[in-house]
């Protein structure tokens, strides 16, 4: 069965047939979905959805392009605090996004290291935002031990060498909707030369829809359609790429 590790299922997009997108999701064989929160706003909507639905489970965290926005004192504590819920099974998304100008890069910076900090201290995997800022992400993750809880690489965009540096500390590269686009070269690269057991799968939705999907709303059935990409670059089976991709997700997130 397939697992989205990644998806905003809370988002305003989904307002309209939420339960429409969840019932296709599981007619395509989607077996768990692990939904993000990232702010004030998203936090609270993400554990509503975990504890609606049992295939649904929950990482919370503070996205950089909210870094502004966020209490070190009082959030903090508050997602401490989540990480006491039976559904939450990551700290995330959290790291660096130099693309949207929306917070200082040294708020970003400061977010980032604590928040990994305080996974370190409850012992989570955290789920990493990368845009285009590989270098400080790599070199921030290795100052803060990072390591010692590892987590996943979101919608992996970065280079076969940043990957590398990346498993070596203990992260599992997740590819999404783009490794599908026919002009998609560095991704596929990049896939054909990760481990077989480090390799995860999602949707990021609803952004990021796959080929055919591409610039329309992304939803996690089309978790299958990456699959069937990723099985086609590794040269295995999309049963093969499912299992595997699947028992990554339950070994890292500790999911049931």
């Not at 909507?45 to 649904?56: K, M, Q, V």
């Not at 026919?182 to 799968?201: H, S």
Request: hydrophobic residues 40%.
């Amino acid at each position: 069965m397939l697992i989205d590790t990644h998806a905003h299922l809370d988002s305003n997009k989904f307002d309209e047939d939420r339960e429409d997108v969840i019932r296709r999701a599981r007619e395509a064989g989607v077996d768990t979905i692990v939904n993000i929160g990232f702010n004030r706003e998203t936090i609270p909507t993400t554990i509503e959805l975990a504890e609606r639905y049992p295939f649904i489970y929950a990482a919370v965290g503070w996205h950089p392009t909210d870094a502004i926005d966020m209490n070190l004192e009082t959030d903090l504590a508050w997602i401490e605090e989540l990480c006491d819920h039976p559904k939450v099974v990551a700290i995330g998304e959290i790291g660096l996004d130099y693309y949207w100008d929306t917070s200082p890069k040294e708020t970003q910076h400061v977010v980032f290291r604590e928040q990994i900090r305080l996974a370190r201290k409850v012992r989570k995997p955290i789920v990493i935002h990368n845009r285009d800022a590989h270098e400080d992400i790599v070199r921030i993750l290795r100052e803060e031990k990072a390591e010692e809880v590892g987590g996943i690489m979101h919608c992996f965009s970065g280079s076969w060498e940043t990957a590398k540096m990346c498993l070596d500390m203990n992260f599992d590269i997740s590819f999404g909707g783009p490794v599908t686009f026919k002009n998609a070269r560095v991704p596929k690269e990049v896939l054909a030369k990760v481990p077989m057991d480090r390799i995860l799968i999602e949707t990021d939705c609803p952004y990021l829809a796959p080929h055919p999907h591409r610039g329309k709303r992304n939803e996690p059935a089309y978790v299958s359609l990456v699959a069937e990409t990723a099985a086609e670059i590794k040269g295995i089976s999309v049963e093969e790429l499912v299992n595997l991709t699947s028992r990554n997700a339950k070994s890292r997130l500790s999911l049931r």
